[in-house]
């Protein structure tokens, strides 16, 4: 678990120097250089680090989001990153992908990333509409990678139970704690 955290502080070091150096070398013409200055510069926005992003991982025989809880406010950004493995982030909306139940809100848009499998890879949806979203990865939804996403306050068709591959956190603890870990849930 501790190692967990060395790790993930070791990348977000890692990921302010380089998006340190990417702003200390954008005074050019500005070709854009690729995707992974854009994301790091997203995740490094406001202040917080990576606060939105979740981390998708394989460690052994383990695979999960972390945080697995994360409460955010409507009109924010979630970046989803694949640290090792191949994983999606995908909504449980009925007709998307392999879902069969509604867990997010009437109103909401659904979002899908489908499998990403290179390291480092990110997937990004903004989260308008407020409430409680459960989401899952398709290739090991059966094997209980499952998250959740509060936006705002609870509610919606995901509110008092569990998605029906796995266990998430309670809405009301992902918003007093702001995000959950899966070694802290799990553990």
């Given amino acids: 678990m501790e190692r967990r955290q060395v790790l993930k502080t070791a990348g977000i070091l890692a990921t302010g120097g380089l998006t340190g150096l990417a702003g200390c070398s954008s005074s050019g013409n500005g070709d854009g250089g690729g995707e992974p200055s854009t994301i790091e510069t ?15 991982v394989t460690e052994g025989s383990e695979y999960y989001f972390d945080p697995i809880g994360l409460f955010i406010e409507s009109g924010e950004t979630v970046t989803f990153k694949i640290q090792s493995g191949s994983h999606s982030a995908t909504a449980y909306k009925e007709g998307t992908s392999s879902a069969s139940v509604n867990r997010i809100p009437e109103s909401a848009e659904t979002f899908n990333s489908e499998t990403l ?17 459960d989401y899952f990865c398709i290739p090991h939804k059966t094997l209980g990678m499952v998250g959740r996403i509060v936006v705002g306050e609870p509610g919606g068709p995901a509110e008092g139970s569990m998605p029906p591959d796995g266990d998430v956190p309670e809405s009301q603890t992902i918003v007093d704690q702001g995000s959950v870990s899966y070694s802290s849930f799990s553990g």
């Fill in 42 to 56: 997203q995740e490094t926005a406001g202040g917080s680090g990576d606060s939105n992003t979740v981390m998708m």
């Fill in 117 to 133: 499998s290179e390291q480092g890879a990110t997937y990004e949806h903004t989260f308008e509409t407020t409430g409680t979203y």
